[in-house]
Every structure is written in structure tokens, then in C-alpha cells.
């Protein structure tokens, strides 16, 4: 079974920084965006940041300005990051990985980001 590996989450206040990475397996190809999604206590799940393989980036307005996504290709490494700066009590929630192949999606098990007050 395809497993997306996710690390970076944790507790910050209000005003810091974390860094989610997550690692998608050689044997997805065709890869053609990845991104990450998060889920609030109570709410749905909502984009945070995608990146395609052309590298085109795309945000949540909420996020906009705070957060950047990137991506790590080299060497057959599939790696997508999600630098968060000013981190804000809502920004709180479980941080999924999603990659998009030419043939389906894939998600993590999810990282808990808790933003404190």
C-alpha cells in the first residue's frame, strides 16, 4: 500500500512557524500536483497550498502571504513542503498531504498543528 509519509506538525503560539514535509514513494508517477489540506475541529477539509509539477502554486486566502509551498523533485525525491510563518490560533487543525497522479490521489495519515493563543 502507498503511504505518504508526514512530519513537521505541533503545538506553536501564535506568531511562530513550522514546517510540514511530506514524502511521496517512487512508485507513484505521473505526478501532477501536491498539496496539502487541513481540517478543523467541526469544519470540512479545505485546500491550504497545491503545487503542480510545472510548479504552479496556488493558496487559500487565509493563508496568503503566511504560508509558501514547495517542492523537492531532484534525484527522484518527491517531497512537498509547507513553510508556515505567523501562525494564527485558526490556522489549527489536522494538515493532510494530498498527491494527484494522472490516475488518482493519494493522502497521508495527517499531522496535528495546533496554534495557541
Known amino acids: 500500500q502507498v503511504q505518504l509519509v508526514e512530519s513537521g506538525g505541533g503545538l506553536v503560539q501564535a506568531g511562530g512557524s513550522l514546517r510540514l514535509s511530506c514524502a511521496a514513494p517512487g512508485s507513484i508517477f505521473s505526478i501532477k500536483a501536491m498539496g496539502w489540506y487541513r481540517q478543523a475541529p467541526g469544519k470540512q477539509r479545505e485546500l491550504v497550498a497545491a503545487i503542480t509539477s510545472g510548479g504552479t502554486t496556488n493558496y487559500a486566502d487565509s493563508v496568503k502571504g503566511r504560508f509558501t509551498i514547495s517542492r523537492d523533485n531532484a534525484n527522484a525525491k518527491n517531497t512537498v513542503y509547507l513553510q508556515m510563518n505567523s501562525l494564527k490560533p485558526e490556522d489549527t487543525g489536522v494538515y493532510y498531504c494530498?498527491?494527484?497522479?494522472?490516475?488518482?490521489?493519494?493522502w497521508g495519515q495527517g499531522t496535528q498543528v495546533t496554534v495557541s493563543s
Open positions: 494530498n498527491v494527484q497522479s494522472s490516475w488518482r490521489g493519494y
